[in-house]
């Protein structure tokens, strides 16, 4: 009796193990099932790969730099009179900007006009007793020497004259300087001193002005694509294009010119400087912003392209799932070459024109796998109930799974 007390637990033990471990295959072969498994192929995306031509772009971060920056400053000293600018609009070249107390310098110029008046006066005096010395030299009356003294005369108030019309001009140009107009048309900052202030030659800042039409663009590339850019500027004699894109790269601000690849390689970064610019009608461009810059180099002529996503990362290096002619894959080692734009990669090693890549679905495959090819946008309709009961019977289950495509 105490024999039948120790066997009964072992035995219900063990047929609970058994009824457990059937029920675990059966889900995991059920699971299978449903994940595509040998019962039913994989429901994966398909696309073929296409050829256009692709825009071969080189991107980088760029820094807006306005054309001209000008630091207006006060030529002559004295009282700061008035300031004709609006902070932040634009000040066309050759307009008055401010004013400074004049009287000072108005005076300087009047002294310098009538000191002229003066010497011409005496030069007058001179020139007329020079005259009078050579019809008396004539008859005798006043000697060589005389008369040469008298020459010498008339030359030095002549003299005089010139440098009385020199003090005039600089006079002037002084008096000029009390009106400080624009030198460049550009937008004015923040004006630096206040009407009323004394300002000093040289000295005082007004306001800083910079030129936003047309604006450059300053960003750098590595030094191993400076023959690409180079290539570019030779072969493009309207200029290489050059596209602006806001931080996010969602879309491009506007588009400008490759203007100049700087004469020298930093070699601490090895990287070179380009110089873009943009005609910035709409000011969408702005001194000082940050943007995203993208250069178009080149065109490849009937690229290969297919979507971004069917190009995997694997530990030998990209790979693409290949459609079969029996509805299996392959896994292709695949070589990109860049962007092309719309979320697709131009590929340059590895597939063809027509090729069908697995765009979705990937991670559910392996080589040899079955697959339901779809179209973008199908999906895989559920099961019939014939289907069904072909999974029970092999011991797959009540599967899920689908097989048909439906829009």
Known sequence: MSRWKI????????????????MYASRSNAGATQRG???????????????????????????VQALNTVTVNAQVSGQLKALHFAEGEE?????????????????????AVAKKKQDQALLTATQSTLARYEELKKKNFVSGQDLENQRQSVRQQQAMVAADDAAISNAQAQLGYTRITAPITGVAGIRQVDVGNLVSANGTGIVTLTQVHPINVMFTLPEQNLEAVRSALTADRDGVEVAALDR???HVITTGVLKVIDNQIDSATGSFKVKSEFTNADNALWPGQFVNVRVK????????????????????????????ADNTVAMQ????????????????????VGDRVVTEGQFRLKPGSKVQPLAPGEVAAPLSAEELAKL?????????GGRGPRH
């Open 7 to 22: 066997a009964l637990p072992i035995v219900a033990t063990l047929v609970v193990a058994v009824v457990g471990w059937r």
């Open 37 to 63: 498994g040998d019962g039913a192929p994989v429901p994966v995306t398909v696309v073929a790969a296409l050829a256009q031509d692709v825009p071969v772009y080189l991107t980088a971060l760029g820094t």
């Open 91 to 111: 000040v066309a070249q050759g307009s008055l900007i401010a004013e400074i107390d004049p009287r000072t310098f108005q005076a300087a110029y009047d002294q």
């Open 248 to 250: 996010t790269d969602a």
């Open 297 to 324: 180099v080149r065109t490849v002529a009937g690229g290969i392209v297919v979507p971004a996503t069917a190009v995997q990362r694997g530990p030998e290096g990209s790979y693409a799932y290949v459609l079969q």
């Open 333 to 352: 080692p695949v070589e990109a070459a860049g962007d092309a734009g719309n979320n697709n990669v131009l590929i340059a090693k590895g597939l063809a």
């Open 392 to 400: 029970k019977a092999a011991g797959g289950g009540a599967a899920s």
